[in-house]
């Protein structure tokens, strides 16, 4: 049977409007002689496998220096929360929040959700892993039963999004994404499809009725948030609530955001009566630090815009094992391994027939490159037994050809040491000279150096 030849269509060039057959005048722009018929949009193919000779909308275009105005932001009282946001909550903004098991991720949304309640905006949560009433007692043992928060616990997806539309709410928490389920998709709740699926309606249904939603993700085991990854690139922020449950401080980082700086971070306490947040996380991170110790190094590190001041801990014995080990706790093996071999083969030090452990203090994750040269000071400390003053703070990046790289942002470092009552600082020369009154700067020219001033080789 013979195919029927492909429909024609028309459209204006002046203002886009589409027609079936030729005409003189159009009749959206009233202009004469612009209508002419569609060439297609891709090449030839099948109608399901290409676009087509119909035409879509245009689209208006702007110059880069097109100013608009920032979105507006509502603050939930929680300066740790607001300052992780970007500056508060945006709106119709798509949320995703992550996190190991019982880390607090509910309490935390639980508690900004009566914050944000409080501050005027309409607020409806949905469980879809604990019913209504675990939820209220939740709320009673954090003194939040009065706040004005709509609850609800459902798991089906057109159901929660018909509620969402038929409230209007400003905010909305979706606990979690893993529960929620689609039923135009043929498997199983918590599946890759459908997340993906949920993930996409709830973060389209966002943008188009200008509703922010926040959605709880659960973590495989190596810490990333379960389901594909597209789920994160949909969003607009990504945050990862960290911690160690044997410390009672808890991170709350920024991966991702549109919105505002990416890794920054958010310091918070467990206590009997909720997550309190923590307004000077580095005297909190040093608040347990003893005597100077062979092994510890106070590290002046940056977290997003934040100076964090946080003790490296190292322990280097012997290994009753053929194959040494290195263990390391808060901070990237791999680059414990590089330190090593810099100290080994620039340096003359050997570590070999030694266990090195590295742990960074009060459950605290370092990525910067600047922890080079504390963690290079404290495994030195620890093998030479010999304890570095306690009044000093260290970071450099350390090259593999033994150089010290200067760290950004030094005088913010700087500062936040003086202000906890260090009054030295040893950090690699080579970058601009800052100066902070009370605080002696110690330049080190490159690891050789360092290690022959301060441990005696090298």
């Not at 005409?23 to 087509?52: H, V």
């Not at 529960?179 to 993930?199: E, F, H, K």
């Not at 290079?376 to 620890?382: Q, R, V």
Request: contains cysteine.
């Amino acid at each position: 049977m013979a195919k029927s030849p492909a429909k024609t269509s028309f459209s204006c060039s002046a203002c886009g409007a589409s027609y079936s057959k030729w005409s003189g005048r159009c009749e959206g722009c009233g202009d004469w002689n612009t209508i002419s018929e569609d060439k297609g949009l891709t090449s030839a193919g099948p109608a399901k496998k290409s676009l087509g000779a119909m035409r879509g909308k245009r689209l208006p275009l702007t110059d880069l220096a097109t100013q608009e105005a920032p979105p507006p932001r509502t603050l939930s009282g929680v300066g740790e929360l607001d300052r992780v946001l970007g500056g508060g909550l945006v709106e119709a903004s798509a949320i995703l929040v992550g996190g190991d098991p019982g880390i607090g991720k509910s309490t935390l949304l639980l508690q900004a959700a009566a914050q944000f309640a409080n501050a005027g905006l309409k607020t409806i949560y949905v469980s879809g892993e604990e019913a209504s009433a675990q939820v209220r007692m939740r709320a009673q043992r954090l003194g939040l039963a009065d706040a004005p928060v709509k609850l609800a616990a459902e798991t089906n997806l057109r159901d929660i999004l018909t509620t969402l539309e038929a409230e209007k709410p400003q905010l909305a928490i979706i606990d979690s994404i893993q529960t929620m389920w689609a039923d135009n998709v043929d498997s199983a709740p918590g599946s890759v499809s459908q997340v993906r699926a949920a993930a996409h309606e709830l973060t389209t249904f966002a943008k188009t009725n200008g509703v922010s939603i926040v959605m709880v993700g659960h973590v495989t085991k190596e810490g990333q948030i379960a389901g594909p990854r597209v789920v994160e690139h949909m969003v607009d922020t990504v945050l990862y609530f960290e911690g160690e449950r044997g410390h009672q401080f808890r991170i709350l980082r920024a991966v991702k955001n549109r919105f505002g700086p990416a890794d920054e971070i958010g310091v918070f306490e467990m206590t009997g009566a909720g997550l309190a947040q923590v307004l000077n996380p580095s005297a909190l991170f040093l608040s347990e630090r003893g005597q100077p110790s062979p092994g510890s190094v106070v590290f002046a590190g940056i977290e997003g815009t934040r100076p964090v001041l946080v003790e490296m801990q190292a322990l280097v014995a012997p290994s009753p094992h053929s194959q040494p080990r290195r263990a390391v706790v808060g901070w990237d093996s791999s680059r414990l391994a590089m330190i090593l071999a810099v100290l080994e083969a620039r340096c003359g030090i050997p570590f070999a027939g030694l266990d090195v452990y590295l742990n960074v203090a009060g459950g605290m994750k370092i990525s910067e490159p600047a922890a080079d040269l504390a963690v290079a000071a404290a495994l030195l400390s620890a093998r030479e037994d010999t304890a570095l003053p306690a009044d000093t703070v260290i970071f450099g990046e350390i090259s593999l050809s033994s150089a010290l790289r200067p760290a950004p942002q030094t005088e913010n470092r700087l500062k936040e040491a003086q202000k906890l009552g260090f009054t030295a600082a040893i950090a690699p020369s080579g970058g601009k000279s800052v100066s902070v009154p009370g605080l002696t700067l110690r330049p080190a020219s490159d690891l050789t150096g360092f290690v022959g001033e301060y441990f005696g080789a090298g």
